[in-house]
């Protein structure tokens, strides 16, 4: 499975939907994802024989990963990589400094520079 692009996720998905979230490296912040539904034939069916739960189980696995994927890149997005330590920080955490040549960092790294 791909690395989560931050410290910390939440994998809230359902035998219904895909839903994850990501924090900020630096406070914590929620960074929610789109919502993705698990759409198939065996989702509804409520008694499965054991053939049917165990395709439902890999259709399941398959595009909970996708999904995942999907939540991992468009939180990337929605994130800021600090150049000193690496962590993914929101927008209310960077810091655009004349100090770093134009990069970015987050809040801890930049009252360390001062």
């Given amino acids: 499975m791909l690395k989560a ?4 996720f939440a994998d809230k998905s359902t035998i219904k939907k895909f839903e994850f979230e990501f924090y900020c490296d630096c406070c914590g912040k929620p960074i929610k994802t789109e919502v993705h539904e698990f759409v198939t034939g065996f989702r509804n069916k409520v008694f499965l ?3 049917e739960r165990e395709a439902r189980a890999i259709i399941y696995a398959s595009d909970h990963g996708k999904a995942y994927e999907r939540a991992n890149n468009e939180a990337r997005l929605e994130l800021n990589k600090c150049e000193i330590c690496g962590d993914m920080v929101c927008e209310d955490c960077t810091v655009y400094g004349a100090k770093l040549d134009g990069g970015v960092c987050c809040k801890a790294c930049a ?3 001062n």
């Fill in 5 to 8: 692009v931050t410290k910390r």
């Fill in 49 to 51: 024989n054991s053939d």
């Fill in 111 to 113: 009252g360390k520079q």
